[in-house]
T-cell receptor, first 111, second 115 residues
Framework: SQKIEQNSEALNIQEGKTATLTCNYTNYSPAYLQWYRQDPGRGPVFLLLIRENEKEKRKERLKVTFDTTLKQSLFHITASQPADSATYLCALGSSASKIIFGSGTRLSIRP | NAGVTQTPKFQVLKTGQSMTLQCAQDMNHNSMYWYRQDPGMGLRLIYYSASEGTTDKGEVPNGYNVSRLNKREFSLRLESAAPSQTSVYFC??????????????FGPGTRLTVL
């Protein structure tokens, strides 16, 4: 069955450093991959999308890579700030099937 | 624009009671979804409506029913609540799920406890 794996352990990063989150998947050929941010007590908010034919996407301090050979996406936050602390979800989709979500990785940025 | 709204925000039920979760979106989206989120399980799709007038089962539909009332509103009903349905429920919408991106817009969630 289709499976998405995100590091279930929280990631603790010093402010100013680059945070890197990993999303691995199996038994799936996605057309695109998305990253969402979720704050406690709130719904997920869309951040970035990368398509299968794209290697890298950037938005301000965010960078996403997508390696369809390794079946992996990396999500980077450069110059991290305490306000970046949240849970980050990856999601995979294609035109042939509904989007599926990973369980998320909690990121904590300490001052 | 309010985006996606959900009511109620919190609810406590006793086993066997029924209730309906309401969801509305004002973005003129065609597709709407109901998810549940449990610790360590991620978001799991309960039901979705690809467009007005259609509904389909997702990954975990047992114990739930849905109604796509019109283009804006999509409700989720628990006919006989069970403790296993204790969860946080999210409604979401997207332009159209068969598009190449299907970005989802989520509501604030309903925290349901079944005793």
């Amino acid at each position: 069955s289709q499976k998405i794996e995100q590091n279930s352990e929280a990631l603790n990063i010093q402010e100013g450093k680059t945070a890197t989150l990993t999303c691995n998947y199996t038994n799936y050929s996605p057309a695109y991959l998305q990253w969402y941010r979720q704050d406690p007590g709130r719904g997920p908010v869309f951040l970035l999308l990368i398509r299968e034919n794209e290697k890298e996407k950037r938005k301000e301090r965010l960078k996403v890579t997508f390696d369809t050979t390794l079946k992996q996406s990396l999500f980077h936050i450069t110059a991290s700030q305490p306000a970046d602390s949240a849970t980050y979800l990856c999601a995979l989709g294609s035109s042939a099937s509904k989007i599926i979500f990973g369980s998320g990785t909690r990121l904590s940025i300490r001052p | 624009n309010a985006g996606v709204t959900q009511t109620p925000k919190f609810q406590v039920l006793k086993t066997g009671q029924s209730m309906t979760l309401q969801c509305a979106q004002d973005m003129n989206h065609n597709s709407m979804y109901w998810y549940r989120q449990d610790p360590g399980m991620g978001l799991r799709l309960i039901y979705y409506s690809a467009s007005e007038g259609t509904t389909d089962k997702g990954e975990v539909p047992n114990g739930y029913n849905v109604s796509r009332l019109n283009k804006r509103e999509f409700s989720l009903r628990l006919e006989s609540a069970a403790p296993s349905q204790t969860s946080v429920y999210f409604c979401a919408s997207s332009v159209l799920w068969t598009t190449s991106t299907d970005t989802q817009y989520f509501g604030p969630g309903t925290r349901l406890t079944v005793l």
